[in-house]
Structure formats: structure tokens, C-alpha cells
DNA sequence: CGCCCTGTTGATACGATTCAAATATCGTGG
DNA sequence: CCACGATATTTGAATCGTATCAACAGGGCG
């Protein structure tokens, strides 16, 4: 791994109420006057792929809502091991455990050029208080997580790790067109399908020489996406 | 499997004012008068080991407390592949998914004699209107949930059979006095972390031959714990 | 009693890991 | 802009672990 120094860089206090992806994010149900609540800005800051935003163990005091990129959750056992948990993308929210913990329970990382909207905890508190809708969404943002975190059991760590990659594959190119995707180091793909470095490159060159991706520039795949979904249904 | 038919049988009206586990369960932070407003009443069930309590795509209308028992909750694939996803033992709520969409995402099935109450989703929806203490309690539910899945990918999808099996005892024994613990079928075992039922099978009888786990009764297990911890932290 | 289901064990094959080395890529400073 | 060193990726060969297929033992139940 890399140890440069990573700076994240503030691009601007948000404005919630004109917010690109308004419809899909955290505050989507909230009303004209429940914005002059938000005293307290909500500012949008941009990390450069590999820049660590919470660590694990760090005092959690903010939610985060993915703008653009993909961020990583890991989670470290006590001899060591890490294991990615979970791949926040566009109009995802995670950080969620500061809302019960003290402690943010992963670390988090970009692991591209990642635009993220900050939430301070509190603030977030204090409108789901007196409003509905958001604890609606805030259930509803729990839920998705959880759904989540169950299907990365299932798809990501059982089966052989030809199936686990493809998944991945297709559950990558499901955020672009279906047949296109934008992948990461060989060590996060192996640590996010349980495999080692090697099997994770070794699987991926196979596929390539198979011809059921390629590689236009360098880490954008294009997906041969029916004959990839046919070698895990069957 | 056996297919033997599996009917749980009613044991009563819950008397959620004196229930014995109640400082840890759902309604933990209701006062005297919220229970008045408990007009539906929760009943009280006990599911025989095998037992189906619900099955994934049905409609989702009841969350579930466990007061003793083990239940497991399996998630399928679309090509047939099916792994458990879960295990709620006392005290856990499961079937959280009911508050948020039509069908359950799971299949959820007893894995020894298992007592439940079972709480109709429109009550917890009502009172959780009303009442901030049970909002809080819902969402530190849904963190509950999440954390146990996050655990569940970091210790019993990762790693080897050995150390997967080895997890699972330590985990299991938490339930009891920490060295005591109670086990299920070999499949179940496989099907937990992600193993064959040979080597789930396999990796048992190795433990027992090595001296680390005893079984005085059929499926009771006595761990020696401080060894088994030694087995996975090195 | 005999059947079926579960668990155990054995032999073999396959797949993933490990260790090692070669190659490609990236970032930096000359 | 190129050369260099550092880092990431790919590939190879040997080993190890798990799956697979098959056979068998024991227990529960009709």
C-alpha cells in the first residue's frame, strides 16, 4: 500500500435544497422549511482515491452520503485479518453507527476519487426527532445496509472465485450501463472476495484471455454481461 | 432433512409487562401506560427444531423476539445456492425487514426448540410513532442486526475451515458460561460458514481427537475455550 | 426388523494459497 | 522528458486444504 499523504479538499457547503441527487439521499422527504433548520452546514468535501475517511475505533461524529466514487468498509479481527465488509456507492450513506456507537466499527476509504456530503450526527438527530419522513429514511437507509451486508455474504464470500469475481463484476457494472465497470487494485479485490492478491489477478487474467472482458484502459473493464451472468446461473 | 410435519403450538397471550427478559428486549423502554395501548396482543410461541417460521417472499407482516432458542436465517441464490446468514439467539429481534417491505428477504427456520413472541408489524409501527424510547430501541435493533452481519462475513467467511468452525463454538459458547454450548446438524454447520457438510464434519471430529472440545451429550459440546481462542489469535 | 437419515471416514481430484521471480506501472527527481 | 526506484501485477511451480464421490456405521422410526 501506498503512504502518501492523501488531503481531502472542501468543495463548498451544500446545498441541500438543490442537491443534484436530491431525490435519492438521507434528506430526500424533507420540506421547504425543514432546510432553515439546517443551521449547521453540511459541506461537501472530495478525497482522492486511497484517502482513509474514518478509521476504526475514531470517535464517529458524522454520516456521510456518497456523491460520486466508491468508498470501502473494512473491518480488522483481533490477529489481524481485515476483511472488506461492504462498497458504499452514489446516493449511499454510510458512517450509520455513529447515530448508536461512539466509535465508528470499520475504517473507510476511497478507493477512487470519491465526492462525499458530510452530515454532523447531531444535526441528523435533531431533525429525526421532529420529523417523519426522515426517520422513515433513516429505517429505510438501516435496512438497505443490512440488505447489503446480507447479500455480500452470499455473493461475495461463498463459491469459488470465479463466481465471486464475476459477481462482483456485475454487481459493478450495474452502476454504469450494465456492461461497463471501473475496478481497483488486485489486493482490495482480493480482500473484498476473501481471496489472496494472486487468485484475485489470476482469475481476472483468465476471464480476460476467455474473452469475457477486456480492458479498454487501464482498470475500465467492458463485461461480456449475459455470458458472465450465465457462468454463475448455472 | 427430515420432512416430518412441524407445527408450532400457541402458549399463550405475552405478558410483556412482566416478561422475564424484559430489560432486553423491544419494548424495554415502554412505560406502565404505553402498555395500555397494547389493544393487538403479542402472543407467545414455541416452534419445534426444523421448524419453518417463515419462508423467503412471503408477506411480511410480524417481527419476531427470540426467548429461547436458536433460529437461523437462510438467504437464496438465484441458482439454487443457499447460505445462512444469521443466527438470532435470546433476546434478538429478527425479522426487522417487515418494517420496511412487503416480503421477508429470508427463510427463517428453528434450529432447536425455539420460543418466539411474535409482534404484528402495524403495533411496532404505531407505538413507534408515539414513542422515542421504542424509536431508539428500533434503531439500535437494525445496528444490532447490522453488526452481527458485519461479524458474520469477517469470522465465518474468512479464514479456514479450522478457524471458521473454532469461531463459531466460541460464539455459540458466549450464549452458556463460555465453555458450554450446544450444536446443530453438520449440513446447518456447513451451510453456516460456507463448508461442505464432510469438512464441517471433518474439522469437528479433529477437534474432539485433539483434546480442544468433548461431547458428554449427543450435540453438547464442552470447549476448552482459553486453547481454542490460542487456535485463531496466532 | 429393516429402512432411512445423519454423521463419519477414506481416496482422489481440483482449486486456492504460498513462495518466488519476472514484468509492468507509477511517481519522482535529475 | 527520461531514468530510476518503488509498488503493483502477473506468472510459475509446489504445496496444502477443501470438495467430491463413495462407502459404511449408528440411531431413530415405522
Not at 151 to 164: D, K, L, Q, V, Y
Amino acid at each position: 500500500m501506498k503512504r502518501v499523504a492523501l488531503q481531502e479538499a472542501w468543495t463548498g457547503v451544500a446545498d441541500c435544497k438543490n442537491c443534484t441527487i436530491r431525490e435519492s439521499v438521507l434528506f430526500a422527504g424533507l420540506k421547504e422549511e425543514d432546510f432553515d433548520e439546517l443551521h449547521r452546514p453540511i459541506d461537501q468535501w472530495v478525497y482522492p482515491a486511497g484517502a482513509e475517511i474514518y478509521g476504526a475505533g475514531q470517535k464517529a461524529s458524522t454520516l456521510f452520503t456518497v456523491r460520486s466514487g466508491l468508498v470501502k468498509l473494512t473491518q480488522f479481527l483481533p490477529d489481524g485479518t481485515q476483511r472488506i465488509v461492504r462498497l458504499s456507492r452514489r446516493t449511499d450513506l454510510f458512517g450509520l453507527e455513529a447515530l448508536i456507537e461512539q466509535d465508528y466499527p470499520h475504517t473507510a476509504t476511497a478507493l477512487r476519487e470519491t465526492e462525499l456530503c458530510r452530515l454532523p450526527v447531531d444535526v441528523v438527530r435533531a431533525l429525526s426527532h421532529a420529523n417523519s419522513a426522515l426517520y422513515h429514511e433513516l429505517m429505510a437507509r438501516w435496512h438497505k445496509a443490512l440488505s447489503a451486508a446480507d447479500r455480500w455474504i452470499t455473493e461475495f464470500s461463498t463459491g469459488s472465485a470465479r463466481e465471486r469475481v464475476v459477481r462482483l463484476l456485475l454487481w459493478l457494472a450495474e452502476m454504469e450501463d450494465g456492461e461497463r465497470c471501473e475496478l481497483f487494485s488486485r489486493e482490495d479485490l482480493g480482500a473484498l472476495l476473501g481471496l489472496t492478491t494472486e487468485t484475485a489477478s489470476r482469475t481476472m487474467a483468465e476471464l480476460k484471455r476467455q474473452g469475457f472482458i477486456s480492458e479498454p484502459r487501464a482498470n475500465h473493464f467492458l463485461c461480456d454481461a449475459p455470458n458472465l451472468r450465465r457462468l454463475i446461473n448455472s
